[in-house]
């Protein structure tokens, strides 16, 4: 039977801990938006609480641009920048492209590079069986660098349209973001060249459902990835 954990500010004293020093969190996502939309609620509580959050997008979207004659990487690169600003996070960018996402030696290599220097304790990336292939691609670029360092760091999974991107995904754990969702919704709407007023709403509906599993307005499920540690945000 799946264990289902939910989270509130006044559920984990670690989390709360004013005093307690907080570590650094990387959260990947496939493309400009991806983090966003699935777990922008937390990492707005993430930097809320003090931790230093940096979201590590795969690549710069180059090819899903919704606007006539636009540069489409420079464009949602921006989206990107501003859509962190609000969230209190640091954007960082992969050197992958759009739609092309390679999984080899020397992308685990440069990967895990990329996240050594960070240094996270806690990473939270894309559920490694979404359909699109930048997704699973970031998905296992990051359990990768997890698995080398998983002694001191914890590795958890979120979702993304549940249904159309993300399949198979029943959370055991669940962030309350109630009070973070007016931040969330300005975040993605950050992301004006993608259509927020329609693909927002798929995204509402979906913590709106994950709250009323567990009792409030809007929350966030996550899995957290087999033989990882917890972590204070994600656990009891």
Not at 180 to 191: D, G, I, P, Q, T
């Amino acid at each position: 039977m799946l264990r289902r954990t939910f989270l509130t500010y006044s559920g984990v004293a670690p989390f709360l801990d004013a005093t307690s020093e907080k570590g650094n969190v990387l959260v990947a996502g496939g493309h400009p938006g991806d983090p966003e939309y699935g777990c922008g609620g937390t990492i707005a509580k993430l930097t809320k609480a003090g931790y230093r959050v940096t979201i590590l997008y795969l690549n710069r979207g180059e090819k899903g641009c919704r606007v006539m004659n636009a540069d489409c990487g420079s464009l949602r690169t921006r989206e990107a920048e501003n859509a962190c600003r609000i969230l209190g996070a640091t954007p960082t960018f992969g050197k992958e492209v759009d739609g092309e996402a390679v999984v080899d030696n020397a992308a685990y290599s440069s990967f895990d590079e990329l996240i050594g220097s960070h240094r996270p304790e806690l990473i939270i990336t894309h559920w490694p069986i979404d359909n699109h292939r930048d997704h699973r691609a970031i998905s296992m670029l990051s359990y990768d660098a997890w698995h080398s360092r998983r002694a001191t760091c914890s590795l958890y999974y979120y979702e993304v349209t549940d249904g159309e991107d993300t399949v198979m995904f029943s959370p055991t754990y669940y962030v309350d973001i109630t009070a973070e969702e007016a931040l969330k919704r300005k975040a993605c709407f950050a992301h004006a060249s993608q259509s927020p007023e329609r693909f927002y709403k798929i995204q509402s509906d979906i913590t709106r459902f994950r709250g009323s599993q567990v009792g409030c307005v809007h929350a966030e499920g996550f899995i957290r990835c087999a033989g990882s540690r917890a972590h204070p945000i994600l656990t009891s």
